[in-house]
């Protein structure tokens, strides 16, 4: 028996529901591409945009601006610290300025008592140390004399003053009798044989600028002394500088 050839056609059913499906994941494919496409479009045209453009810049400027702030922050911490170590050594500088002021003059006080090899002096102020009493126009005077200790002999005298300055508009000078009180209206009375301090307290009137102090010293059978000493020197409390003299 011959056998039969391969049909040339052959019929299938045909499928609604797969082609449909087909064409739908074509479509959704085709709308994806296209949404993608338009992103990455727009992002790179956002990128370029005058927009993005000055929000990098904004950003940017932000940075350095928190860059900048911390600077300030760190520049402003070190100047306090310089300023604190500044007060400090300034501090500590006047400190050491009026001990050596001081040892100056306790080495002034000591030589003038000694004497060493100079001659025998006679009296002489040597310190003049003022102190305002708070509270009031009153001032505490504090006056060193001394003497060679070669001359070997006790001295004894009295000592007054005079304020001069400026009273309105008028140069004035306060003699001891308008400054001292009823117990001390002689003056102030020293004995000694090297070297005393003599205290008194003074009151200015109101409204009186003094400038200097006139120191009169009238020792016993000897020449008087006369010493004319700043104000500002007087107030410095180390030894002063003097004007004047015989």
Do not use: C
């Amino acid at each position: 028996m011959a056998s039969r050839p391969p049909p040339r056609f052959v019929v299938r059913p045909h499928d609604e529901a797969s082609l449909r499906r087909r064409r739908l994941w074509l479509g959704v494919a085709w709308l994806a591409s296209l949404l993608v496409t338009a992103a990455v479009v727009g992002t790179l045209a956002w990128r370029t945009t005058p927009a993005a453009v000055d929000h990098r810049e904004a950003r940017q400027l932000a940075a350095q601006n928190e860059q900048l702030k911390q600077q300030i922050a760190n520049l402003k911490r070190a100047q306090q610290v310089t300023e604190i170590a500044t007060r400090s050594l300034r501090g500590t500088l006047t400190e050491r300025d009026e001990e050596i002021n001081g040892l100056r003059a306790d080495l002034g006080f000591y030589s003038r008592l000694v004497g060493g090899s100079a001659q025998r002096e006679g009296l002489k102020v040597q310190e003049v140390q003022l102190r305002p009493v708070t509270g009031s126009r009153a001032w505490n005077l504090a006056l060193s004399l001394t003497q060679n200790a070669k001359r070997g002999r006790d001295v004894s005298g009295i000592v007054t003053l005079a304020v001069e300055g400026v009273h309105g508009d008028k140069v004035v000078a306060l003699d001891w009798s308008r400054l001292g009180d009823a117990a001390q209206k002689d003056g102030l009375p020293f004995r000694f044989r090297y070297f005393q301090q003599l205290h008194a307290t003074f009151m200015l009137p109101a409204g009186f600028k003094p400038t200097r102090l006139r120191i009169h010293v009238k020792p016993e059978g000897d020449d008087a002394v006369d010493r004319t000493v700043a104000w500002n020197d007087a107030l410095s409390g180390n030894l002063t500088t003097i004007e004047g003299g015989n």
